[in-house]
């Protein structure tokens, strides 16, 4: 499915702010976005990725997803992927820690090699498993990650939002700053622009289909465009499963051995 563009934007305010204040309006918009969702626990949730070419040819994989909240905003939260098919990429799995300015901690589990192999921080850039998301983009949510600067408002997609953007305070990112798009009713992110080293834009992510699970708010599309190869990706989440009772013992090294 091809991402569409914004309806109309119209930014106003953000310019005539001091830079203190907008840099105090930016984090009060990214925070208000970010606590939204706090006290779900554990998650877990299957998804389709769907690769589609720059012309257009369309490959798909099945995987999951488990993820465990974090303690509280000074550390990150823990989560696994897992894909299940195809054959080519079956029992491949991501276990990542996020921590909010030391490297993440992350390891790729090749079961073609048996092997378990710790992703650098220097490498955190580079393509997740062929697919427009990198790694860095499994573990780049934590508010603290980042600094702000409000923008103003604007309109997408017939809602009012907040443009923000934001600059990576972490080491080896492989962006130069993000700009999102936050709407003012349930403060969820709808669109999020990626900006490559050199500040070119490189990827834009849309979020769609949003499910509130009793206060809790989960976009099952996500679709990434890559606008330097024309390359894309879809996420598409089945139904979100807060009842599982995960813990730190469900995401340590060793689950990645005993995933086959």
């Known amino acids: 499915m091809a991402v569409t563009a914004p309806a109309a934007i119209a930014q106003e305010d953000g310019a005539s702010m001091s830079r203190e204040k907008s840099d105090e309006k930016g984090y009060e918009v990214a925070a208000r976005s970010d606590r939204s969702d706090n006290g779900f626990g554990s998650s877990e949730v299957t998804a389709t990725m769907v690769l589609r070419n720059a012309a257009g040819q369309e490959t798909s994989r099945e995987l999951s997803f488990k993820t465990l909240e974090r303690e509280n905003e000074s550390v ?17 799995a991501l276990l990542s820690h996020a921590k909010i300015l030391e490297p993440d901690d992350q390891w790729l589990f090749l079961p073609a090699l048996n092997r378990v192999k710790r992703i650098s921080s220097a490498n955190k850039s580079g393509p997740f498993v062929g697919s427009e998301f990198a790694f860095e983009d ?45 709407d003012q009713e349930v403060y969820q992110v709808r669109k999020l622009e990626f900006y490559d080293r050199k500040d070119s834009l490189l ?27 024309n390359k894309e990706t879809d996420l598409v989440y089945g139904d979100f499963d807060f009842s599982v009772e995960l813990t730190d013992g469900d995401f340590v090294k060793g689950v990645l051995n005993r995933i086959r």
Do not use: C
């Not at 939260?77 to 029992?91: C, H, M, Q, Y």
């Open 138 to 182: 499994f573990t780049s949510t934590e508010l603290n990650k980042y600094s702000y600067k409000y923008v103003g408002e604007g309109e997408l997609d017939g809602m009012t939002v907040d443009i923000v953007e934001r600059y990576p305070l972490y080491e080896n990112s492989g962006y130069t700053r993000q700009v999102s798009y936050v």
């Open 203 to 229: 990827k834009t992510l849309m979020f769609s289909d949003y499910t509130e699970y009793d206060g809790v708010w989960r976009a099952k599309k996500l679709s990434m465009v890559n606008h330097q190869t």
């Open 76 to 92: 990150g939260d823990k989560s696994l992927v897992i894909f299940e098919t195809p054959r080519d990429v079956a029992g491949t």
